[in-house]
């Protein structure tokens, strides 16, 4: 049977391999990059396998493609591509595929990762993969595992390189990129975290020059305008012109935040209020936007306020119920951070990242729970 009349075998299985051991002996928050699994004790012996091709060709962003040739001493029984990236998460995540293969001593195999199936994977996300090949004695060979960036190769990308992100551009023009990234890291320096970010994980920022450009980088089909931020591989991708340049700063500033405060309180616990995280990305922005500080005045007046407590839990749909829910974080963290200070601030991420109710971390940090904050705000603004 010639390979090209090979068809796939359907199962697509996702192999996790927990990193509870880690985590409980110590208390790291994962990996950098996605583990090795734990080797799959089928066999101890490695069969005697000579790889003559294997490569990988992308076509961004669509698919993927890894192909595999050579030869083995012995027939072989099967072939597994085992894949990944370097998307963050609690648990390694491994993909498995096995691609049907002609019985004998010839190797040829090949795999497509198709986006269009399995989501989108953002330019600049890594990609790792190796083969797994076990022959008719039970004899295992694992190729060494080797790694591709995924690239939007439509367009020849320059880099920025600023202290908290590093900004990818084709044709914005290097002195408006300088004045976008220096507007971001002035804002983000309005948020005192203190959270380093290794190298491997720094925020990559894709400038695209209009919407439409960046809607091409993404398996998307609908309208849409927006940034879009991969929170999972810390890379987020946005439309930049000259005449939405101070929107870009305040929207860089924001989502940027978002990674911060995700690194701060990584792990599996690490559960935060949605006020808070909504409340410190907006802080990053700068002062509050005149649209929601008369949202916020208005719902003072109205007495029509949302409580803290169900601001915790998500923010509710109703598009100007919303935007209290977001002027009334901005508005909560500015008081906690004006009055308490950011010692206070970062020592309650720290507990969260330990593991606690909001409430519990509250009184820990502040010796107040969700209602006692809530009094004190309302006292502060001016809210009965
Ligand atoms: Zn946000």
Redesign the pocket.
Known sequence: MGWKTLKLRHGLVLVVIALSICLALLGCAGPASPLTPAPVPESTLTAEVTVTSNRVIADFPDTIAFTLEGTSALPVATINLEYGTDKRSIVSEVSRVEPEYAPGVKIRASWIWEMKKTGSLPPGAKVWWRWRITDKADQTYVTPRQTIVFEDTRYQWQVEVAPDLDVYWHSLGASLVKELTEGVESRLSRVKLVVNIPEERKPKVFVYPSAEELRGAVLFTQEWTGALAFLEYNIILIPVRSDNLDWAKRTLA??IT?LLVREATFGPFGDIPTWL??GL??YAEGEMEEYHRQVLDNAIKETKLISVRSLGSGFPADPDQASLAYAQSMSLVSYLVETYGWADMRELLDVFKEGSTYDNALQKVYSFDTGGLEEQWRAHIGAS
């Open positions: 924001h989502e978002h995280n909504e990305a907006q």
